[in-house]
């Protein structure tokens, strides 16, 4: 093997280890916050839309609870923008709903964590090694994991068809997909849906190739 490519296996490595480490954590906090608030289901507790006042009430208790079990540091208010999947695109934090990640904490260990709840669902983001280091790109050392009906933390997995995929006038490609992770796409949100894959170590691709292996340069 040449000298970039054990550096580039050494790389993905760390990567994975990153991930599986952040996942771990992320899992204990959510099953030690639920037992604090002894209640049976935090999605049903804390992710419910009060339709009058426009909110969700009880949001912020359970981010706090969260944060606490985690042992954050270090409050960073989801100011950092990452890159995409294919690193083509970049994201704007002020403006993106579920289609970044929304890092809000950083960790003992360095790394970023944030909880962003929309339409009755609990976002849980990641950076396995903090937003101060790089490469900051969804699916690389960010990721997006999600509360499932059974109130399981689960990696947040591409779904769906492309529905659209024309130029724009700019030379790029604008395409709809649901959670995206493609080598081919261009959106801004793509990365979203890379968790599973990641997880799995399996190409979103070509699932006859691992993921790690086969990052998008």
């Not at 771990?24 to 009060?50: C, H, L, P, R, W």
């Not at 964590?113 to 990641?126: A, K, P, Q, R």
């Not at 170590?201 to 790690?212: F, H, L």
Request: proline share 6%; net charge neutral; hydrophobic share 30%.
């Amino acid at each position: 093997m040449t000298l970039p490519s054990v550096v580039n296996k050494y790389r993905a490595k760390v990567l994975e280890t990153g991930l599986k480490k952040s996942y771990a954590n992320i899992q204990n906090a959510y099953i030690m916050t639920k037992a604090a608030f002894g209640v049976s289901n935090i999605k049903t507790e804390f992710a419910t839309y009060d339709v009058e006042n426009k909110v969700y009430p009880r949001a912020k208790e359970f981010k706090e609870a969260f944060y606490k079990e985690l042992k954050s540091i270090e409050t960073v208010d989801g100011k950092f923008s990452y890159k995409n999947f294919n690193n083509t695109t970049q994201t704007n934090p002020s403006t993106c709903a579920t289609g970044c990640p929304h890092i809000t904490r950083i960790l003992p260990d360095g790394s970023g964590v944030g909880v962003f709840i929309n339409s009755g669902n609990i976002y849980l983001s990641v950076d396995t090694n903090g937003p101060y280091k790089g490469p900051n790109r969804m699916g690389v050392d960010a990721f997006v994991f999600y509360v499932d009906m059974q109130d399981r933390v689960m990696p947040l997995l591409q779904n769906g068809q492309v529905i659209t995929c024309t130029p724009d006038g700019e030379g790029s490609d604008s395409c709809t997909m649901s959670y995206p992770c493609s080598i081919t796409l261009t959106q801004s949100a793509n990365g979203m849906g890379c968790a599973w894959y990641a997880i799995n170590n399996i190409s979103p691709d070509d699932e006859t190739k691992t993921y790690w292996d086969n990052l998008p340069k």
